[in-house]
């Protein structure tokens, strides 16, 4: 029987830059299984997809930064991208909504170059996670256990690599907010 997420509605935080396929394939996914999802960014304006260094589509943004509460969400979903995760890191409210998701214990899922805003709000500190290879240090350096997986759960989080490990990822992630092991 498929899992349903009915009641599960989950804040997708992006800004310009970020990897349409970490974005796209895991929405996609979570809606399938009955998840609302909302596009959360720093303005009320379409963002752009990247297709690794070639821009892809634009994606409209459903609240902002100041109009979102994380009360009202089940879950948070970080894609990565490098632009979009350089840029996201150092927006505040950004790092406030992922620290209020992670203190409720929510769901937590996080793909590529996403890790670096979890770096900057502070919450790597004793994780363990997986991330693109070139963050391996960063998360290191700030406390975290970082392996070399396709896709690593620790409590509330899950992580993976890169595109090519979405269908895990978003397994990992349904399953996590199933409440399955």
Known sequence: MPTSLKDHHIAILVVDG???AELQSPREAL??????TA????????????HHDQKGDTFEVDLT???????????VLLPGGVVNADEIRMDARAQAFVRSIDKSGKP??????????????ELARGRTLTSWPSLKDDLKNAGANWLDQEVVRDG??????????????????????????
Not at 110 to 117: D, E
């Open 31 to 36: 809606q399938a299984a009955g998840a609302r």
């Open 18 to 20: 970020f990897e349409q």
């Open 108 to 121: 937590l899922a996080v793909i590529c170059h996403g890790p670096w805003l979890l770096i900057s709000a």
């Open 39 to 50: 596009i959360v960014s720093s303005e009320k304006k379409p963002v752009q997809g990247m």
């Open 65 to 75: 930064w100041s109009q979102a509460d994380p009360a009202d969400f089940t879950g």
């Open 156 to 181: 509330n989080w899950v992580s993976s690599r890169k595109p090519d490990d979405l269908p895990a990822f978003n397994q990992a992630f349904i399953a996590l907010l199933a409440g399955q092991s």
